[in-house]
């Protein structure tokens, strides 16, 4: 494999991250995910944050590895936002469970391993017995 040769700024780039971005969005409208409790909107809005949040905080590497980081974000962003309202005494971000998407899709480059890097260093701690 060839790698490429325009920066991942480039205008061909950027109007292709958009493209994908909001093809994923319309395709997901009659998206079977509903039936799973993944509504199409929060869908919608987590593909977005992740497109304006890796044009902001721009990440190294291939074309392939920022379409890979956008999907990864954007299903771990859609999956937050779905969680998260059933957690008790959380319920009221129910009803904008899109915007919380799109708020955690666009922070998600720096959240997410902040996130799992606190989450493996609690599940050390309880497995492992080591004292607070």
Request: net charge positive; proline share 9%; glycine share 10%.
């Amino acid at each position: 494999m060839t790698t490429p040769t325009e920066p991942l700024l480039s205008i061909p780039v950027l109007s292709g991250t958009a493209a994908a971005s909001t093809s994923a969005g319309v395709v997901a409208w009659a998206s079977p995910l509903t039936h799973v409790g993944v509504p199409a909107a929060v869908l919608f809005m987590a593909f977005a944050g992740v497109a304006c949040g890796l044009l902001v905080n721009r990440p190294g590497g291939t074309r392939w590895r920022l379409y890979a980081l956008a999907l990864a974000y954007a299903a771990v962003s859609a999956c937050v936002a779905i969680v998260v309202p059933s957690v008790p005494g959380l319920g009221f971000l129910q009803p904008v469970a899109p915007a919380l998407a799109l708020l955690v899709a666009f922070f998600s480059q720096s959240l997410i391993p902040v996130v799992g890097d606190a989450l493996a260093e609690r599940i050390k701690r309880e497995i492992g017995g080591k004292p607070e």
